[in-house]
């Protein structure tokens, strides 16, 4: 799938802030890499130069439930340009769906179709704080979970309503389509963006128990054929993002290295020193700073995004997540699934750049999220209420049932010992956060959470699914033993 576009507009500006305030990493901190992340490190070292893409085909009436009478909304079995990452929008972003999303796709390249899959339909929690100036943006839109499914060239949904109070637990349907696979006239590819097939449009009276507006996105992320390490001029926007951590790498670095403890304390030092005392000075516990892929090292198309940065207070707790997009990814295709996630956050749900500010994938490879440096305070859009003063980490897939990887499990512990030593939290310890409105705490209410927290413990979520979430006890005691506590 496909990558960034890089132009030729001159960076010299930003090159001049690119000297790196520490030491670069010697041989003697380099770490060799694990057999299950060779593949994800060959990844991130190349980038082609070609942008994804996304398709946005509005639902439209299928058939009725056969129990409560209820029109299903969704698609019939249609050819479509290749995909490999889906999603269902509306236009109200503070509407929920009261319902069920279920997709199957075909294959490209061997035509075969999956079963259906339930797509994660409770995501309005990850976003902006309610009256925010991003969360009130123009465009801005109620949004599924995105679902990874691999590169597809067909799809068929459907939408299924919530049964009422007096129509029991289950719904019964009438299919829209006759045999697996069958392709029931399907439009051929490469029709225009947003071209519909001819469906009602919903939201009238006959479907209101769904929200209006109802639209299937249809992400390419980006090619991930690799041709070689990326070289050229940079695009000012591209610079921009690599600047923001100027202190830490150089100008385009594709992954900012890890360092060891003695090294990390140094450039802590160089970092946040005037701000310290003598005993923070003498003593801080901050823990060895990880390796991390950088926003060029994923492919970020930073066309995209908004290009100013945001910034918080400071970083007094981390909120943990999941993407909910499904666990059958390869390591080698984190970057992808991730220009996937941020194309679905800005162009299909209308954010100004990825909600998370960190990512984690199975392998416990770190990425970088939203821009504006990994060690500064970046204002996220992942824990609805609870973004000021926050950092937000997603691991990549659903962990509802499926327990996660030690891996990712220890790479969120060194990335909390290390981001929340920066603004001398332990990880192990609580904090007060005010909240800017939610379903769990109204505005303005102190609440007292874990300096490391999950998602639900900031709002009525499953987020980050309960597996995930029982390992959070784990990360935060080895993240606290990373700091030196």
């Known amino acids: 799938m496909r990558g960034i576009l890089a132009s030729s507009i001159g960076v010299t500006c930003a090159a001049a802030l690119a000297l790196p305030l520490a030491p670069p990493a010697t041989a003697a901190d380099a770490r060799p890499a694990p057999t299950a992340e060779a593949a994800t490190r060959a990844a991130v070292t190349a980038r082609p130069d070609i942008p994804g893409s996304t398709q946005s085909l509005p639902l439209g009436h299928l058939t009725r439930d056969r129990v409560s009478g209820a029109a299903v909304l969704g698609l019939a079995p249609r050819t479509v340009r290749p995909f490999s990452l889906l999603g269902v929008v509306w236009d109200d972003p503070t509407a929920e769906l009261h319902g069920r999303v279920q997709v199957r796709t075909r294959e490209a390249g061997t035509g075969a179709w999956s079963g259906w899959r339930d797509v994660e339909t409770h995501y309005t929690d990850h976003g902006a704080d309610p009256g925010s100036a991003e969360g009130t943006a123009d465009g801005v839109r ?9 590169e597809s060239d067909g799809v068929e949904i459907r939408v299924l309503p919530e049964p009422g109070e007096d129509e029991g637990e289950g719904t019964e349907v009438d299919e829209p389509g006759e045999e697996e696979g069958e392709d029931m006239g399907a439009d051929e590819p490469g029709e225009e963006e947003g071209e519909g097939m001819g469906a009602d449009e919903p939201g009238g009276d006959d479907h209101s128990v769904l929200p209006s507006g109802l639209r299937l996105e249809l992400v390419d992320p980006g090619d991930e054929a690799l041709e070689g390490p990326r070289t050229g001029v940079m695009s000012a926007e591209v610079a921009a993002a690599s600047a923001a951590n100027s202190a830490l790498a150089p100008l385009g670095t594709l992954e900012i290295p890890a360092l060891t403890g003695e090294r990390t304390r140094q450039e802590y030092l160089t970092l946040r020193g005037a701000d310290l005392t003598e005993q923070q000075r003498a003593k801080p516990y901050i823990g060895p700073r990880p390796a991390i892929v950088t926003r060029r090292g994923w ?6 995004r908004e ?7 400071k970083v007094k707790a981390a909120f943990v997540h999941h993407t909910a997009s499904g666990n059958g990814y390869k390591c080698s295709q984190a970057p992808s699934l991730i220009r996937g996630f941020h194309r679905y956050h800005v162009r299909s749900l209308g954010w100004r750049d990825i909600g998370y500010n960190f990512l984690v994938d199975k392998c416990g490879r770190i990425y970088e999220g939203r821009a504006g440096g990994v060690a500064k305070p970046v204002k996220g859009a ?21 327990k996660p990887s030690s891996s990712a499990v220890k790479a969120v512990a060194r990335l909390t010992a290390w981001k929340l030593g920066l603004h001398g939290m332990n990880p192990r310890a609580k904090t007060y956060l005010k909240s800017a409105g939610g379903n769990l705490y109204r505005k303005g209410k102190k609440v007292r959470l874990n300096v490391i927290s999950g998602h639900r413990d900031g709002f009525n979520t499953s987020c980050p699914g309960g597996k995930l979430y029982k390992k959070l006890g784990t990360a935060r005691s080895t993240a606290a033993r990373y700091q030196g506590r």
Request: proline share 2%.
């Open 382 to 402: 992942h824990t609805l209420g609870f973004n000021t003063n926050t950092t937000g980490i997603a691991v990549i897939g659903s962990y509802g049932s499926k």
């Open 299 to 304: 492919g970020a198309d930073e066309s995209l």
């Open 307 to 313: 290009k100013r940065f945001v910034y918080t207070g």
């Open 142 to 150: 109620g949004a599924t979970a995105p679902l990874w499914v691999g």
